[in-house]
């Protein structure tokens, strides 16, 4: 950021407004959009995202996942691998 309060920006907000069971009124099968329906967004949180953090949490999920859901030796070089990774990493 330069500091220049005059840059635009546009932000693209993705919706879906689809009741509990999607899009249809009985619940049952796909039916086409309703134009006049209208939905109020309520909140919006803005965020930027650290992608080397990103990916070593879905790296860290793998380990996790190969150390609790594994009875071999794998198991054990995920659960060493992964306190290591946790160790490592100063916040």
């Known amino acids: 950021d330069d500091g220049d309060d005059d840059d635009e920006r546009v932000y693209f907000i993705e919706v879906a407004c689809n009741g509990l069971f999607g899009n249809s009124s009985w619940g049952v099968g796909p039916k086409p959009p309703d ?27 793998v380990l996790s996942d190969l150390a609790t859901n594994n009875n071999s030796a794998v198991r054990d070089v995920a659960l060493r691998v992964a306190n290591d990774v946790v160790n490592a990493v100063r916040l």
């Open 35 to 61: 134009a006049t329906k209208r939905c109020v967004l309520v909140q919006c949180e803005l965020a930027a995202r650290d992608a080397d953090a990103f990916a070593l949490y879905w790296d860290y999920v």
